[in-house]
């Protein structure tokens, strides 16, 4: 069984930073593309931030220049660096991770429960 558990969250001041990671552990044989969605109170869940095997990475334009993500393929693990926070970032973060578990089989996607992000003077 996969669990994807994100960590890094809490209350931060405008300006601030925070760094968010998802961790995945179970049976896993690759993990293809990872993304960090976001959910604010009373809005849909919105892609923050994406990113493949590789280097490459997509953002929202609302983050673009402020949070950059990245992967540790090593560690199974995914982190979102959030600079220069605005009160408009406070959300609930969530990890997606799309998994592929043996050699041979289909790739699925997971999520994990999230992380909240505050931003608030």
């Known amino acids: 069984e996969q669990v994807v558990l994100e960590s890094g969250g809490g209350l931060v001041q405008p300006g601030g930073s925070l760094r968010l990671s998802c961790v995945v552990s179970?049976?896993?044989?690759?993990?293809?593309?990872m993304a960090w969605y976001r959910q604010a109170t009373g809005q849909q869940r919105e892609l923050v931030a994406s990113?493949?095997?590789?280097?490459?990475?997509n953002y929202a334009d609302s983050v673009m220049g402020r949070f950059t993500i990245s992967r540790d393929n090593a560690k199974n693990t995914m982190y979102l660096q959030m600079n220069s926070l605005k009160p408009e970032d406070t959300a609930v973060y969530f990890c997606?991770?799309?998994?592929?578990?043996?050699?041979?089989?289909?790739?699925?996607?997971?999520w994990g429960q999230g992380t909240q992000v505050t931003v608030s003077s």
């Open positions: 179970g049976s896993i044989f690759s993990i293809k593309g």
């Open positions: 990113t493949g095997t590789g280097a490459s990475a």
């Open positions: 997606l991770a799309y998994i592929q578990r043996d050699k041979y089989g289909s790739i699925n996607s997971y």
